[in-house]
């Protein structure tokens, strides 16, 4: 898979009050989009959609001309996507570790990458048994601690970062 490659919209919208890593990759790329658009606010990434995530999606939304509501449904993540991809920040660190249970897109990105070097392996967006096999085999021929769990330093190796 290219680096670069659209992650799946999952069917759920992002609003306030959703949590998790898809939120925090949101969150990611509207830092990023602020290279084209400085007057989008800084969000913080933690992954908690929140007042300042959805004040900043809606600025996004004016900017790019779309239906300002302030949440994440496929058009909106299409254009952050498109606005990060042009950022450079695609391939960011989502600003959560990625373990067993953890769902959504930025999984599916990071199992695609992983499908390269562990055969059989689904993108399905669901981060369970074979994905932490999979990612502790990563680990484990990287030389980092195979913990089976992608952090910062996993997702840094696993995009070549």
Known sequence: MPSNATPAYW???????SRGPDVALVQTWLNAARHRWPVIRPVVVDGRYGTATATAVKTFQQ??????????????????YAAAQSGGAVSGYPGIRLQQGTEGAAVQSAQQKLQALVPGLTADGQYGTKTREAVRAFQTVEGLTPDGIIGPETWASLFGL
């Open 11 to 17: 069917g759920k919208l992002l609003e306030s009050g």
């Open 63 to 80: 900017l790019a001309g779309l239906r300002s509501d302030g949440t994440v449904g496929p058009v909106t993540w299409d254009a952050l």
